[in-house]
């Protein structure tokens, strides 16, 4: 079964315009919720975790436990954000990723 | 901060040879290191958990007899892939959880391409 989902295979979005990548979750108990960013041929980083509550790079994502969900949010896309952005939740201390969502941002 | 390190980054291998994918903790000391296959542009699956001094414990579908998982010691684990296939060229990438760190603090390995001819 699923445990992350990421809807979205591709997000295409002018410069300048909000950006809400989504992600749910399937976890019983308190989950813990993380956001990694892999940018052309770079290795992957992590971008915020839920626990820390903060803004990284302009991006803030807050954990919905009602909706079992934990959307990546930016008031204002800019062009180097482009990249695939991933969900992860860690389990029994491994990382379960979701599918991957790619940010384009257009000039 | 700290530093994950894989070699070879790329590597090309016939068909039916097997070929070593090392991954290093550069300045940290890691009990847990773990395993991940990547196809382009689709998510990372775990394929198996590394820990120093034991056993691997492989995810369900992963062949253990193919992805052979050493960690012999606290800065180094090694995936080998024995008689390679095409089927087999993917992307691995490695993490490693400092030994003694709070949460889930896991740091990436920049992978390994793995193209089998």
């Known amino acids: 079964a699923q445990r992350v989902t990421q809807p979205e295979k591709l997000l295409s979005v002018f410069k300048g315009a909000p950006v809400e990548l989504k992600c749910n979750y399937s976890?019983?108990?308190?989950?813990?919720l993380f956001w990694y960013v892999q940018y052309s041929r770079q290795r992957l980083q992590l971008l915020l975790r839920?626990?820390s509550r903060e803004s990284i790079k302009g991006f803030t994502a807050d954990l919905n436990k009602g909706e079992t969900s934990f959307h990546l949010k930016k008031p204002f896309a800019q062009e180097e954000d482009s990249a695939m952005y991933y969900c992860?939740?860690?389990?029994?201390?491994?990382?379960?990723f979701g599918q991957g969502t790619e940010l384009s941002v257009k000039p | 901060g700290a530093v994950v390190s894989q070699h070879p980054s790329w590597v090309i291998c016939k068909s039916g040879t097997s070929v070593k994918i090392e991954c290093r903790s550069l300045?940290?000391?890691?009990?847990?290191m773990f395993w991940y296959r990547q196809f382009p542009k689709q998510s990372l699956m775990l394929m198996a958990t590394?820990?120093?001094?034991?056993?691997?414990?492989?995810e369900q579908g992963v062949e253990k007899d193919k992805f052979l998982i050493n960690h012999a010691s606290l800065t180094l684990s090694t995936l080998t892939v024995t008689s390679a296939h095409p089927e087999d060229s993917s992307f691995y990438i490695c993490?490693?959880?400092?030994?003694?760190?709070?949460?889930?603090?896991?740091?990436f390995g920049e992978g390994s391409w793995l193209t089998v001819v």
């Open positions: 976890y019983s108990g308190s989950p813990e």
């Open positions: 993490s490693a959880r400092p030994q003694g760190a709070k949460g889930n603090t896991i740091y």
């Open positions: 839920h626990i």
């Open positions: 992860a939740l860690a389990e029994r201390g491994k990382l379960i």
């Open positions: 590394s820990n120093e001094g034991s056993k691997a414990t492989y």
């Open positions: 300045d940290f000391q890691a009990t847990t």
